[in-house]
């Protein structure tokens, strides 16, 4: 979420696409990232959002609904 070098965040994303094994990390993620898809990063940085929306959409394919739904209404750990 915080590399201000675009090119650091793309690799972290990346990175962490390939890694995430498990549902409770997959939630961990969900629950770390979901502020990043704001209007505000947005409109502010683009690049940051799309990088947080592509790791979510893969969290999203790889947990079942209500785990998804519980970690993006959940406070980060």
């Known amino acids: ?4 070098n675009e090119s650091t965040r793309w690799q972290a994303a990346n990175s962490l696409q390939k890694i995430l094994t498990t549902p409770e990390q997959y939630a961990g993620v969900v629950s770390g990232l979901k502020d990043c898809l704001s209007d505000e990063v947005h409109q502010n940085n683009f690049d940051r959002f799309e990088q947080c929306y592509k790791v979510l959409w893969k969290c999203a394919a790889n947990l ?3 785990d998804f739904h519980h970690a993006w209404h959940s406070t980060p750990e």
Do not use: K
């Open 1 to 4: 979420e915080t590399p201000e």
């Open 64 to 66: 079942p609904y209500p």
